[in-house]
Each structure stands twice: as structure tokens, then as C-alpha cells.
């Protein structure tokens, strides 16, 4: 019999700190397999500290990460826990003149041998990763030579090099043009529906979260303001409160989301997603 573990990855409870000054407090979240959580809310409300701690990057001064429910993150070593969760930062250094297909294979390394042999399934993944991020044509350049949005794509195909159950993303559509931000978001629900993959990724497109996840936390001042569907997070009153200005919600009668309108005293001239 398969056993189907209900919870991926869980932060429960956790408190994180900066040099002592507490930014996150009591938070929870639970990513499962096969659903998209979107992380929203206003600057400053701790989503990067969150998925940072989720990814054992930021230690916590209280609470837990847990795998699958049964193991703590902090069993693991390094290696074992890079095989089962990987983490697409918002910003990490560039290295100079490294190709694409090297810095893509870099997402293999918790896969290798010591000698970074024993990987059979690495050429393959490395392939398959650059396919669907689109940098499949730059492979032979040197990442310090590409755009913002190759990069991001070239960083988010080594994540998905890394093939592991769960994968944190924060702010991907980032430097991302148009089609390249519905195509990553369309990904990201690919490898949720197909692949049980457990997704959480942070957002700042309140109507990209409510197209793409199952599930929404609403995070103001370093706490979980709501958890739930994006139908029940996202409603005015949560949103003005949160972001301190009034926010229009409707329901987009073709698709059957939730959509969000932020009113300035320009609204009827500047639209601003957020
Ligand atoms: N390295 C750091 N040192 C000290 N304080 C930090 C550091 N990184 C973040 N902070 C503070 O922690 C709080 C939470 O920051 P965090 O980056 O988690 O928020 P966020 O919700 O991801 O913000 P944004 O939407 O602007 O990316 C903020 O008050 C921020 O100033």
C-alpha cells in the first residue's frame, strides 16, 4: 500500500528574528503535495523570512520545520535535505563567466557522488529543466552575460534540475516579461497537478496568486493574517487591512477567480496589480 503523506512541508509555529528584533511570530504553514500556497502580502511582512526558514536558510528562535510530517528538517543533513526541498531565492550572486548548462547542473549536486559521479538521472533532468524554462538555445553562454528575466529563468531551471518534492519560489516572476510570467505560472501548476509537486511560492500579484494557488496566507506585521482558499483570504476587508488602501475584489466570471483591484485616487488612469 502507498502511503500518501498529507503535509509536504510544515512550519509550525515559527519565530525568526534579525539580530534580535522578532519579524516573524507564531508562523504556520503547510505546503502539500499536488497544491500551489501562494505567500501574499505588504513589503516588510516577513514572506521572504518564512520560505527562507521553510528552506532551513533562516534559523528559527522558536517552532519547527517538519518533512512529510514525521521527520524535522533538522535531522537531515544538508545533502538529504536538498534532495527533497529546493529553494528559488530572490536574489543570489551571479557567477562570471559560468555557462548556463553548468549553473543548471548545479541543481544536481545533492544527487552526486562525492566525486560527483552516481548521478544517472542527471543529464536527463538538466535536459528536461532548460526545456520547459526556455534556456535550452542559451546553454553555451555565460550566465553574467544574460538579461535579468534569462537569468531568473536559467536560476529557476536549476531548481527544477534539483527535482525534488517540494519547491519554494520567491517572487519568480521577477525581471519576467509577459509570456514568460503566465508560462512560469502555468509551470508551476504543471508540476503541482502532474507531478505532486508541493509548491510555495511568494507573490506580490494578488491576481496571479488567485489564478495559480489552491491555497493563499496572508502574512501583515510578521503574522498569518488568513490561511485558506483564495476565495476566503482574499476579500476586501482582509486586503484594505493588510495593505492600508481600499482594494476592490470581485469574482472574473470566465475563469471563476477572485480578482483584485487596488483604488488610488488615480484608479480610474493607473491600474496597478498587486
Ligand atoms: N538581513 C536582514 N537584516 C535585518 N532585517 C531584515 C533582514 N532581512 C529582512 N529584514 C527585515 O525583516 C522584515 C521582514 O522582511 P522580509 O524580507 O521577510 O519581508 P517580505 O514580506 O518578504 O518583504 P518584501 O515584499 O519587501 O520582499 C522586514 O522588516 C525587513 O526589514
Redesign the pocket.
Known sequence: MIVQRDVALRGDKLCLS??G?T??EDGCIALRPGRVTALV????????????ALARLHRADRGSVSLDDTTSAAALSPREFARRVTLLA?SRPTPAGVKVRDVVGYGRHPHRGRWRGGDPDGPAAIIRAMDVTGVASMAERAVDELSGGELQRVWLASCLAQDTGVLLL??PTNHLDLRYQVELLDLVRDLAEEHRVAVGV?L?DLNQAAGVADHVVL?CN?RVLADGTPEEVLTEERLSLAYGIRIEVTHDPRTGTVHTRPVGRHSARVHVSI
Open positions: 534579525y539580530h528584533s519579524v516573524v502580502g505588504p513589503n516588510g511582512s516577513g514572506k521572504s523570512t518564512l520560505l527562507r530572490q520567491d517572487e511568494v506580490h502574512l510578521g
